[in-house]
């Protein structure tokens, strides 16, 4: 029954101090963080902001994978760029080793792995849009992240519900292998 009371604010006497002093990142606070060659500057000030205050829908893709360690902020720009044409050649390899399997790797690889993640993908946010509706092709994107995730480390592979930590990533991410490398640096 507790659980079923919704309190959208809260007493004072239960906030933190700082609760109120952050108001939601959006654009031109975000853009405040960035320095001329697009380095996040502050990072401790922008982490207590998002923390306290959250993050404007607007910009959860660009903001995210810092957060999720997949960008520096150190990093510039350009440097990202680069990085993230380093890391669709990285993910296109994990990719192409797990379709090239021997035909006994793969029965081996759909009984400890696919066969669950097939299970799960299409249970995941349904009623969410992003993932509505038969054949869609989110939904075949977070299979093969999930896919690629248990052949690029073994010894995690899959676990039920990892599906419902990838969907908001490629939800607000939208790209594939950056969304793959932003849920390698969750599960790290």
């Not at 607007?58 to 993230?84: C, D, K, M, N, Q």
Request: aromatic share 12%.
């Amino acid at each position: 029954m507790q659980f079923s009371i919704r309190r959208p604010k809260l007493p004072s006497s239960e906030t933190h101090p700082e609760e109120s002093m952050y108001k939601r990142l959006g654009v031109s606070a975000w853009l405040n963080h960035l320095n001329e060659l697009g380095q996040v500057e502050e990072e401790y000030k922008l982490r207590k902001a998002i923390f306290f205050g959250g993050i404007d829908v607007s910009i959860r893709g660009e903001v995210w994978p810092f957060l999720l360690r997949y960008y520096s902020h150190e990093s510039t720009s350009e440097e990202r760029e680069a990085l993230r044409l380093q890391k669709r050649k990285e993910y296109s390899e994990i990719q192409q080793k797990r379709l090239s399997m021997t035909p006994e790797e793969h029965r081996a690889f759909w009984r400890n792995v696919q066969f669950t993640v097939d299970k799960d993908v299409v249970r995941t946010d349904r009623n969410n849009q992003f993932f509505r509706g038969e054949d869609n092709p989110n939904v075949e994107s977070m299979r093969r992240i999930l896919l690629n995730y248990a052949v690029y480390n073994p010894a995690v592979g899959y676990s039920q519900g990892m599906s419902d930590l990838v969907a908001p990533i490629l939800a607000e991410v939208l790209d594939e292998s950056d969304t793959f490398w932003c849920f390698v640096g969750l599960m790290q």
